[in-house]
């Protein structure tokens, strides 16, 4: 009889795949098929998240992975996680782990190394864990405080209403828009103002380098006036003028005669009168004085 009939192929097909899909699966999960890695434990209050073929990382470099989650029903009720670390893999002394999740969302154990270089944990040890506090959890540790602000919040939104709702920030809202226009006016008028002096200081400038060489020409001619000189020849002339003065005062000359002289302006006077006189006289008898006759002198 023939061993290796139809039906013992399918029994032994069916035994090599469910063998090959078994150790697929513990493949995909991250878990080695022939271990020789270490096994330690990890005790946690709460393992939220955390599921077999989780991955354990130490200073973000993937080391091993959760292979077991034991529940212990004693008296502390902890939950133990076993590690499988790679044998290579040592633990200080101090050693901790704790959930955390990445990005995605993806459940991880973050190893905590211990910084006693010298004492090593053993294999089958167990070490404290704890759930690392993410963004969320912070968040909800805010959510008392964010409760306790909401009265606030609402009178400060009732206030705003009301501010909001008062005609006053209208009107300055308006008068705000006026005042930017103004500026803008003003602003334009500036700059116009800046284009014009930009165009007429070159002007103003070169007028004013001519007056300052006017005033430096004028300042050197003053300079060079001989002053010692001009006042010698003005005291020279007041000298003289003082000296005809002088002589104008006294009895001295013809001048100081005519001035001083009271018998000389009696005699002028008395002069100016027998003339008035004489040539009243003449207009009144002008025949007393010239004759003319064709036929000659007729005496009277």
Request: aromatic share 6%; no cysteine; hydrophobic share 40%.
């Amino acid at each position: 009889m023939q061993f290796f009939t139809k039906e013992v192929k399918i029994a032994l097909a069916a035994i090599v795949g469910v063998v090959v899909l078994f150790y697929g699966l513990q493949f995909l999960k991250g878990l080695t098929v022939f271990s020789t890695d270490d096994s330690y434990y990890v005790a946690f209050d709460d393992v939220s998240g955390l599921s077999s073929s989780s991955p354990v990382y130490a200073n973000g470099y993937r080391v091993g992975v959760v292979k077991d989650i034991i529940y212990n029903y004693g008296k502390d009720q902890k939950i133990l996680a076993v590690m499988d670390l790679d044998n290579n893999m040592r633990l200080p002394q101090g050693t901790r782990a704790e959930i955390g999740s990445d990005l995605l969302g993806n459940i991880k154990v973050n190893l905590m190394l211990g910084d006693d270089p010298i004492h090593m944990l053993t294999e089958g040890d167990t070490i404290p864990g704890d759930i690392q506090k993410g963004i969320m959890s912070k968040v909800g540790d805010m959510v008392p405080a964010i409760e306790a602000m909401m009265p606030k919040l609402d009178s400060i939104l009732i206030s705003l209403n009301m501010l909001l709702a008062d005609p006053a920030l209208r009107n300055t809202l308006h008068n705000v828009e006026d005042m930017t226009g103004h500026l803008d006016a003003t602003s334009r008028e500036l700059k116009t103002l800046s284009a014009s002096l930009n165009r007429e200081v070159p002007s103003m400038m070169t007028k004013a380098n001519g007056v300052l060489d006017n005033t430096q020409q004028l300042t050197s001619n003053l300079a060079a006036i001989d002053v010692a000189a001009m006042t010698a020849s003005v005291n020279a002339t007041l000298a003289n003028v003082s000296e005809l003065t002088s002589k104008l005062n006294s009895n001295e000359g013809t001048l100081g005669l005519l001035m001083r002289d009271a018998t000389l302006y009696r005699n002028l006077t008395s002069a100016t009168a027998d003339a008035d006189s004489l040539l009243k006289d003449l207009k009144a008898h002008p025949k007393r004085y010239v004759h003319f006759s064709i036929f000659g002198r007729k005496d009277k």
